[in-house]
């Protein structure tokens, strides 16, 4: 009798702790099943994992196979630095043998075989080294910053390689060389012989064809007399509900993602009284998502909480935190680079853009956002994250291009000014946006001119 009575009480308080679970589960404890929240309260104990697209992941790769002739690529960047002997090469700084440096001389190093790496911002060498792991700068303590790094295989000595950290703002070049085992060695030459990971547009250097037009080296496209074809891009938003409209319910369902518990996620217009600017939804307390009408096409999630705080992190450390929090939004869809970062106070803003086709696509001046994505990072917590909401894909090719860059130029000399320095030139995506309630206009490339000095940027129709 009195072991039933135990067994009954056991078997009771075996029932309150499942009924317990299931609440806490359910409703107390739902961030585990949040995209976001899985790895956002854990940021700091996860700020020393490997992550897909570290820092150093420059923006885009340019193949020179040594005829004079490149091919650029924006596509599947974190995978061809591995294969291309980039990490491999660069991951123990202690190796690299210094050689010379001296005023920026293209001339050579453009000329030999090679994998040239482009950061889309000046990349700071302590920053650079820190994401591989590495504290100290070794023979890197030679320079504090740089844009480009060029690494070219000897042909003549055997698993050596050339190495060029290239800083453009300050006209300066650090060639180093480096020995690598025999099977690295190969490996890059033998992406370099075969070049398959590269098509399309064909490109040529302002250094090596002595183009004063240029403030430095451009890498500027080619083609035949036929002209160039390529993909315009159709835009989709993925908020709208399937009659291609911007509804309150179908957006609140998609804002889940956000919330430790959207259960109790409450929503309503914003603002109160006047004409509908958007929707805004929120907890009640730490976390609220605004989701803005009237042709912005603009997602903002702001987290309230107080993170002043919690332990001091490192700028990589805030990077990691905020390409997580990118990566584990479902609605991006596109290749994404990050296209600069600010650190302000206790904060870092990071900002991404997107590349599709082997182009990148901007953000026209006539958005209310300058990137494509906007991350504010706290002591390793996303407090600000903002995006576009919208989704590019590549229709079949019907645009077609057959202005040179040469006619460009001269055109631009004539009408535009005398005397014109380009710092740089290149084909791109501008994204512009129609009325939520309307279809999109397909993009087709631009030609994008940024003169020397001035903080503009001269558009024309490809």
């Not at 890498?219 to 409209?245: A, M, Q, R, T």
């Amino acid at each position: 009798m009195k072991s039933n009575r135990v067994k009954n009480i056991v078997i009771f308080l075996l029932v309150i702790l499942l009924i317990y679970q299931t609440v806490r589960l359910w409703f107390m404890d739902i961030s585990n099943h949040n995209l976001f929240s899985t790895f956002l309260p854990n940021t700091l104990e996860l700020s020393n994992v490997n992550i897909e697209q570290p820092f150093h992941c420059p923006y885009r790769v340019i193949y020179n196979p040594g005829s004079g002739e490149f091919k650029i690529t924006y596509q599947g960047i974190k995978d061809k630095i591995k294969l291309y002997g980039f990490y491999d090469i660069l991951k123990s700084p202690q190796a690299l043998s210094f050689e010379e440096s001296g005023p920026i001389d293209l001339s050579n190093a453009l000329e030999r075989r090679s994998f040239i790496y482009q950061y889309n911002f000046t990349m700071d060498t302590g920053l650079f080294l820190s994401s591989f792991g590495k504290t100290k700068r070794n023979e890197l303590s030679r320079f504090d910053s740089f844009d480009t790094i060029i690494i070219s295989p000897d042909r003549e000595i055997i698993n050596t390689v050339t190495i060029y950290f290239i800083d453009s703002e300050n006209n300066m070049s650090y060639k180093y060389s480096s020995v690598i085992k025999n099977s690295l060695y190969e490996q890059v030459n033998s992406y370099l012989d075969e070049g398959n990971d590269f098509s399309g547009m064909l490109y040529e250097s302002s250094a090596l064809k002595k183009w004063p037009i240029f403030s430095e080296n451009v890498f500027y496209p080619k083609w035949g007399e036929s002209g160039f074809e390529y993909s315009p891009l159709e835009i989709s938003n993925p908020y709208f509900n399937s009659n291609g409209k911007e509804d309150f319910v179908n957006i609140r369902q998609q804002t889940y993602v956000f919330f430790d518990n959207p259960v109790i996620n409450n929503s309503s217009p914003f603002p109160d009284t006047g004409e509908t600017q958007g929707f805004l939804y929120s907890d009640n307390g730490q976390k609220a998502v605004r989701y803005y009408l009237q042709n912005k096409h603009m997602l903002e999630y702001t987290n309230f909480g107080d993170f002043s705080s919690y332990k001091k992190t490192t700028v990589c450390e805030d990077y990691n935190s905020a390409i997580r929090f990118v990566e584990n939004d479902p609605y991006i869809i596109n290749d994404f680079y990050l296209s600069s970062y600010a650190p302000e106070d206790n904060q870092t803003v990071f900002y991404f853009d997107y590349a599709i086709n082997d182009f990148k696509i901007e953000v026209s001046n006539q958005m209310d956002i300058a990137h494509h994505i906007e991350v504010t990072v706290e002591n390793g917590m996303v407090v600000s994250y903002k995006k576009l909401v919208l989704n590019y894909s590549g229709l079949k090719p019907l645009g077609s291009i057959t202005t040179t860059c040469e006619e460009l130029v001269m055109d631009l000399q004539k009408n535009e000014q005398e005397g014109l320095v380009i710092e740089n030139i290149e084909l791109v995506y501008i994204a512009t946006a129609k009325n939520g309630q309307e279809a999109f206009d397909n993009l087709y490339l631009n030609w994008g001119v940024k003169p020397f000095g001035k903080n503009v940027t001269i558009t024309r129709p490809a």
